[in-house]
Each structure stands twice: as structure tokens, then as C-alpha cells.
């Protein structure tokens, strides 16, 4: 019997030790120490303090991964697709049996909450679940061209993908990518953010038990410069998975373009929630609460603008600011409403955003400040904030945050909130929070944006195709969409 988080945590506090932590890359169906022997530590955000140590990996590391990838990819393009849906089957029930562990782990290495981590690790299980279904149904199409040729496609897996997981959702994003990659029959190098090397490779191990070929699913840590940027260069890789910042994003494009690789990449955004007058205001508080303050704000897709119409502006601040101001700090592995920023770098650049807000005079009506746990005085933390009535030019709506602060924008009528909600560089997602569907479709179609809910922010899940337009990135994750990346048309032509 698995032991609870809750356990977990005990022991963890009681000695500052985590058991059974990987140690190495996993590459070929092992964990191997890296080329040079190079450590980096990680740090629980929650105590600001490191609690463990893993390789620093570098071009001779990844050279290795890609290397058995090649030839896992030998034996995995041509393992029967119902036999590779059995295994990734099996893989989902381990995740689920052993989901504990992998919650405990995520929420020491990203700051998350406990309830936030096992939430992702129920997404992630069923992303293993939901592409097995479609492994065995990858099927192409005849083309009539007449009498005396026979004509048809087929899909076949594009080859080694490469996949650089952000550490705002370690677990769910790495089997965003790997499990329609690994469906497909591609062999893949995984990268996870430096800040949170260990579900990465936790589940590579598992995803080997389950039955996965040495080679198919490899994974190398270490900083961005040193394994990320020779992983995206090599010439063997024929597509890369990004989530992560634009500059970044931009950077990946120019490493891949002498090798013509494909490309999806998923880069923030600044995403509106627009309440109507007519909206469901309690409804919309609540949306708009864990729009912005759920992982403490630090979601590519959080809605960290709300266009809000000015006849009940005042109703819905006042209530979303009690909320705000009820949320309890603390470490993710307490009973923390939110729990801490990812790094201390991070936690200076959200505190660099707001000080600079508050110089301009904008109106912070509450938050606004770093902090630490109440129970410890320790970890790396920033008070859910709330800025009111800022000017579309403003800063504070231009730019991506990534922390939890919510900039208010006040409109007269649905026609300037479309206005206001295209009126960035981002385009990846929208809420809709009123009565009145019609009003919900015209906003729906005319907001620049891959993804467009109505009251309900969060709405959709593993079936809902996500991605972003303009800088927030271009291609599909999830969804049958979601395995298109990974997969490439051949068309057979037969004159008899």
C-alpha cells in the first residue's frame, strides 16, 4: 500500500529528506550520471531552501539521449499501435496507483498546493489514457483517382521529439507532449525546467515499468543553455514541444530553423475574464478568484486581465477583494489556500512588476507585496493582488506577469470589451461570464484567442484542443489535435 502525501510530508518535515528521489538522466531505460559528474541543487519554494540534488547535463548527455532514442525509435515506429495503447494504458495505472508519491513530489519541487499537485497528477494519468485510445486509430484515407490507380495515406510517427517542460506544471506537461508523441510512435528526449527536474524523470521510470522500449522516452536535466539549447539543435530531432516565455520561444525557433524542425510552442499570454452586466456576478467573483490565483497565478493561461462592465464594477470588486484577502499563504504540503512562487528569481521579478505598477500610480486595492509562510516566517511568496481601473497601454496589462496579480479594465458595453480583450500581443485564452448566449457567441468569435470559455474559466479539459495565436505561440496540444504535431502524412500511389 502507497503511502498518503500527507505521510509523505511528515517525514519529510520531520527529517528534511525525500525518499527514493532519482539520481542521474534516464536514458535508454536507466538512471546514468551525467557526462561530468556536475550537480545543481533544487529548493522547496515552500521553505525557500534546497532539499535535493540532480545532474547537470550538457551536449554530451544529450548526444547520449538522442543517440538511444534512435534506437528506441526502431523498435517502437514498428511496435503494433494496439500493443503501444496496452502500455500506455498500463502507465496511466501506475501513474494512479502510485499518484501520491508523484503529488507529494510535485508540490516539494514546484510550491503548488497539495490539492493543485494531485490534480495534476489525475491530468496526467489521463492524458496517457486518453492518447492510448487513439494509438490503434490513426488511420489514413483513400483518394480516388479512377480506374488503373490505386491511391492512399498513411500517418506515420515524425521520429524524435523533443519536449522542454516548463516547472509551473511539471507533470501535466510533460505528458501533454510525451503521451500523443510516445501514441504516435516517436521516440523522445525530454528536458524538464531546472527549478523541477524530478517528475520528469520519476515518470520515465515508471512509463519503462509500464513497458515502454530502453531509448523510446529518455530525459536529461540540467540548466536551459547548457542541455536545452543542444537538444533543440541536433539534427535529429524532427519536431520540438516548447511551453515557456516568448523571448525563449523566439530563441527555440531560430536554434531549429537550420534544421527545418517543427515546431509547437505554447508562450503565455495575458488572457481576459469579461463580466457582463448581466453575468452570474457571484459566479464570475469566483471564476475570476481562481482565474488569476490558482499555482499562485503562475499558469501561461491564467486570467490575469478582468473587463469587467462598469455598472457592476463596483459590486464584483468589493466582493472579489474580501475573497482575495481571505486566501491563506502557506508552504503546498499544509492547508494553504495558495501556495509559493517557484523560485526566489521569479518572486523578484513579480515584486519588480507590481513596485513598478505602484511608481506609476497605479491603484493597488489589495495585495501588492513579497511575503513568507505565517507558520514558518520562511519561503518564497507574493500576496494575491489586485489592481484596479489600469489603462490599456498600462504595463501591468501588457505584459505577462506570471504571478498572482489581477489588473482590473472597466468598459461601457460588449463592444469595447472585444476591443479591450484583443488589445494585447497575446491571443491564448478568453472567459465569457454572462446570461446571455447570444452575447457569449459574438464575444466568443470575435476574441482573438485559441480557446474561449463561458462561466466557466477553467472549463474543458484533456479533449479541448489549447494553443495560443500571435505571441502566445502557434499548434495544438490536447484533443485529437493534440497528436497531429507528431505524426506526418505519406501518400502511396499505385498505377496497376
Known sequence: MTRSAEDLAKAYFATGAVEELPSGHFIHGAFVPGSFGDMLESYDPGLGRAFASFSAGNADDIAKAVESAEKGLA?????????????????????????????FVETLDSGKTLVEARGDVQSCARFFEYYAGVADKLQGSS?????????????????????IIPWNYPTSTFARGIAPALAAGCAVVAK?????????????????????????????????????????????????????SVATGVGVMQAAAPNVTRLTLELGGKSPLIALADCDLDRAVDGALWAIFSNAGQICSAGSRLVVERSIHDELLEKLIAKARALKLGHGLSTADVGAINSKLHLSRIAGHVDAARARGCRIVTGGQAAVDPETGAGWFFEPTIIDDVATTDPAIQEEIFGPVLAVQVVDNEDEAIAIANATEYGLVAGIYTRDVGKALRLARSIDAGQVTVNDYWAGGIEVPFGGNRKSGFGREKGLEGIDAYTRTKAITIRH
Open 75 to 103: 523498435v517502437w515506429r514498428d511496435t503494433p499501435p494496439a500493443k503501444r495503447c496496452q502500455i500506455l494504458n498500463r502507465a496511466a495505472a501506475l501513474i494512479r496507483e502510485r499518484g501520491e508519491y508523484l503529488a
Open 143 to 163: 483518394i480516388p483517382l479512377g480506374p488503373g490507380l490505386t491511391s492512399w495515406t498513411e500517418r506515420e510517427p515524425v521520429g524524435i521529439t523533443a519536449h
Open 192 to 244: 524538464p525546467a531546472e527549478t523541477t527536474p524530478f517528475t520528469a524523470l520519476i515518470l520515465a521510470q515508471w512509463l519503462h515499468e509500464a513497458g515502454v522500449p530502453a531509448g523510446v522516452l529518455n530525459v536529461v536535466t540540467g540548466l536551459g543553455q547548457d542541455a536545452g539549447a543542444p537538444l533543440v539543435r541536433h539534427p535529429s530531432i524532427a519536431h520540438v514541444t516548447f511551453t515557456g
